[in-house]
């Protein structure tokens, strides 16, 4: 049962007073507090339980662009954020809410839908600060594409603006009704024009394409009679190729045992469709910018034959940078299960957790999940302005779905009121950060090239 027990007309007030504790334009531009930790030093602090062969990737990939750095860079917004003033109003939080963790997929009805993709850093949090994270991001979308900053500020208005309005609509809708809204491909085609409608039907054709039978084919082969997955060192690299035979053996024997008890973590249903798959090979991948270092390993299994395969990513989870001193006492991979499951409209059937022991001992936490499954992203370096902006909106209104389905819709609608303060104060935030980040990446550049 929920545990908000007030009516609308109470919740509304507590969104009203809240306002009063914190304007709205005190969500304006961002100045660095005086003890402002060192930028360097959080994602060097960060990198301490990765493993160190592949930060030097980390560090490339962080240092192609500004926007690419605040990509890898959420421990260093959380930082600040939490020593700005907040609203107090806590929703479930993606924390990591920037452009590229946006995506198609296919729903479990075999639909096409878009929605966030990625809740490593899911934790509850002042709902502002996964709107500022999006907005920044923008911001840096558009210096990227040499944008004007009055269209920069044209962008971060409607962004923020769809943002207000989309909560607003939520505030009036029953449980249900905000529990069943999501953003289904085809309807958001509907709403476009033709150019537009062109260019996410290619963008939906081509995640139709990427399924497990497609990375199956790109990424295994026959060897010596047996499917094994295909070397790409360093961003795939086979279990057989990274460990000598006894450690390799013992590696697929955990994975093999994660995957047991991760079985208990599935629904009923989902349980018996994961048995009818038999374990064939494992392989290590490296993932996204700010994931690199991380541990991740990709599972592949088959069904009825050999052209039935399934490819499971299993990756570690860390403490979410918004909360890492308050461990899940189930462990960091239910926490990003339960997040997503919170935040998604709907999730990957074999989305799951466990907890296992490495070959050093420690204990580390993972969360698994199909590798493809239409995925599929969009990217931004061609958009003009006005498909940013309308890119930009998209991803607004699916964050605001996801706040509404987790926090108190009606205080937060209540609380960004019907004017423009919102979107006026969050444009320049946005701005200032972005400002912030490009300082930020230079340093960072210096350090790692050092």
Known sequence: MSTVLAGPRARAEAGRAARERTPLDRHGSFQPAADRPDPVDLLFAQEANRLPELLDLRHKRMRASPLAFYRGAAAVLAADL???????????LCGDAHLYNFGLFASPERRLVFDLNDFDETF????????????VSVALAARANDFGRRDRA????????????????????GELDVWYAHADVDDVMARLDKERRRKVAAAGAKARARTSLQAYRKLTEVVGGRRRIVADPPLLVPAADLLPEVERVELEEQIRGLLAEYRETLAEDRRHLFDAYRFVDLARKVVGVGSVGTRCWIVLLTGRDDTDPLLLQVKEANRSVLGPDTPDPLGEGHRVVAGQRLMQASSDIFLGWDRAVGFDGQTRDFYVRQLRDWK????????????LRAYAELCSWILARAHARSGDRIAIAAYLGRGDRF????????????TQTERDHAAFKAATKS
């Not at 599929?376 to 498909?387: C, I, Q, Y």
């Not at 979107?423 to 972005?434: P, T």
Request: no cysteine.
């Open 124 to 135: 509850p949090g002042p709902f502002e600060w996964d709107v500022k994270r999006l907005l």
């Open 154 to 173: 044209w962008i971060l208005r409607a962004a923020g603006r769809r943002y207000r309005e989309a909560m607003a609509g939520f505030r009036k809708l």
């Open 423 to 434: 979107e006026r104060a969050l444009a320049d935030f946005a701005e200032s950060y972005a």
């Open 376 to 387: 599929g992203s969009v990217t931004t370096e061609e958009m003009n302005p006005e498909g």
């Open 82 to 92: 939490a020593a700005q003033p907040h609203s107090g109003l806590t929703a479930q």
